[in-house]
């Protein structure tokens, strides 16, 4: 039977999956009128009002100094190059896509997380690694075909690609710091970070929120209120209770919920041979944090 603990975490891992879907269709949404660097500013401006002000209400104060480094490591590679890039590859390629690719990231993190948390490394990971890159070069070569010119969408792949290392990134980092402070915290100041980071962006924003139609606007505040300030505590608090690995397999859902909300809401549906790259990538993280026959699970929040 599982302890409350466990059944919250596996809540909160259900929550953020749901919420990091959702963010891929509005990004998409809200990319027709922001620039990506507006974009990644604006909703970060919002969740940190979100955050900061419940911050405040639980007075829950600063972190602990051992805790700021992988505050600001997680903050400038996740809350801030990942989501400029994210919002840039997502104008060159469709929701479902992106998040195909980018869910290469539980693969990045497994290997990161051995690297330096001294996470296991199973061999089954490294032939998930293979097929995985396999699906993410049919992604690009079948965007390529598909596009007139073929550049953009191979850079848009690229990026989402840049996007899941830097989410790879930030998540081993925040991981440490989580032993000192808590999920409230290390995320309302990792957002913080990745704010300061987008600051150059602010002219592009003050002129972009005037032009933009509202609902590009509603879009870009719901991101900062729900996909970040919600998703990433619930991501955080879920985190502190299991491996960064396994935590990373909690978004193997991510992409088939997408293409589904993307279908739903903007009309958009791989192709064939693009579903197909994408059922690759899903294929490799899902040998990569297989288990031998017979071997028990341990992680109640795997199964997310």
Known sequence: MQKPSSRLALVAAGVTVVLWASAFVSIRSAGASYS?????????????????????????????????????????LWFGVYMVVLNWGEQEVDAGTAAMVVNVGPIL???????FLGESLPPRLLAGMAVSFAGAVTVGLSMSRDSAGGHASVLG???????AVAYAGGVVAQ???????????????GCLVGAVACL????????????????????????GVFPTALAFTTWAYALARTT?????????????????????FLGELPGPLTLAGGALCLAGVAVSRSRPRGSAATATTESA
């Open 36 to 76: 990506p660097g507006a974009l990644a500013l604006g909703r970060l401006l919002s969740g940190v009002l979100v955050l900061g002000a419940v911050l405040l209400v639980r007075r829950e104060g600063l972190p602990p100094r051992a805790a700021w480094p992988g505050i600001a490591v997680s903050g400038l």
């Open 109 to 115: 993190i497994a290997l990161l997380g051995a690297r």
């Open 157 to 163: 792949v690229a990026l989402c690609l840049l996007a």
């Open 175 to 189: 991981k440490p710091a989580l032993a000192h402070g808590s999920a409230l915290q290390v995320t309302t100041f």
């Open 200 to 223: 150059p962006f602010a002219g592009q924003l003050a002129g972009e929120v005037g032009r933009a139609p509202l609902s590009a606007t509603l879009n870009m505040v719901y991101l």
């Open 244 to 264: 960064a690995g396994r935590m990373g397999a909690t978004t193997y859902a991510v992409p088939a919920l997408v293409v589904l909300l993307a279908w739903a």
